[in-house]
């Protein structure tokens, strides 16, 4: 089966901008989704497909994909965006999974 | 509001069984692909399971297969997670999240519900 794989922690200045990034064969095949994890609650989606924000995610928040890599860029980062992000994406095995990286601990300075 | 409440989770020995349980809310819950995902404690997120809205497709990570059950109900807005010969390594937050597809290569988990905790432990 595929996976993906994820910096384990980035960190970024108050106001900079962060890209949080993910790699796996998989990415090339299926577009990756994007999910924010606070301490004790349950996870957020934050991006998905090509570039989609939910309604109520921040325009700070985007994403992109080239190859086998997605990444989400934080521009101006909020001391609020400081949390766990895992990308996540169909696995393209063929076998009908889905394969989670193993997320990324974004502290912001 | 779209909602999902999962229950059932508590304290198992190794080798037993446990039901949990996903109450939806606030969307056409028989019109939509569900999925179970668990976290054990101070790890990452793993998919356990899919079921689609109609039930006719139904997967399951190699780690459960065989083990554990995924199963909905229509008419009552539920989706349900039968474990059993539990182990050690099940122990995890369990949550059930709504699958959504625009075409076959852009999927996401949304929403989520507030998760379950199972423990594994004699």
């Known amino acids: 089966s595929s996976e993906l794989t994820q910096d384990p922690a980035v960190s970024v200045a108050l106001g900079q901008t962060v890209r949080i990034t993910c790699q796996g064969d998989?990415?090339?095949?299926?577009?990756a989704s994007w999910y924010q994890q606070k301490p004790g609650q349950a996870p957020v989606l934050v991006i998905y497909g090509k570039n989609n924000r939910p309604s109520g995610i921040p325009d700070r928040f985007s994403g992109s994909s080239s190859g086998n890599t997605a990444s989400l860029t934080i521009t101006g980062a909020q001391a609020e965006d400081e949390a766990d992000y895992y990308c996540?994406?169909?696995?393209?095995?063929?076998?009908?999974?889905?394969?989670f990286g193993g997320g990324t601990k974004l502290t912001v300075l | 509001e779209v909602q999902l409440v999962e229950s059932g989770g508590g304290l198992v020995q190794p080798g037993g069984s446990l039901r949990l349980s996903c109450a939806a809310s606030?969307?056409?819950?028989?019109?939509?692909?569900m999925n179970w995902v668990r976290q054990a404690p101070g790890k990452g997120l793993e998919w356990v399971s899919y079921i689609s809205s109609s039930r006719t497709s139904i997967y399951y990570a190699d780690s459960v297969k065989g083990r554990f059950t995924i199963s909905r109900d229509n008419a009552k807005n539920s989706l349900y997670l039968q474990m059993s010969s539990l182990r050690d390594e099940d122990t995890a937050v369990y949550y059930c999240?709504?699958?959504?597809?625009?075409?076959?290569?852009?999927?996401?988990?949304?929403?989520w519900g507030q998760g379950t905790l199972v423990t594994v432990s004699s």
């Open positions: 998989s990415l090339r095949s299926y577009y």
């Open positions: 996540n994406s169909r696995d393209s095995s063929g076998n009908h999974k889905w394969v």
């Open positions: 606030g969307f056409t819950f028989s019109s939509y692909n």
């Open positions: 999240a709504r699958g959504r597809e625009t075409t076959v290569t852009t999927n996401w988990f949304d929403p």
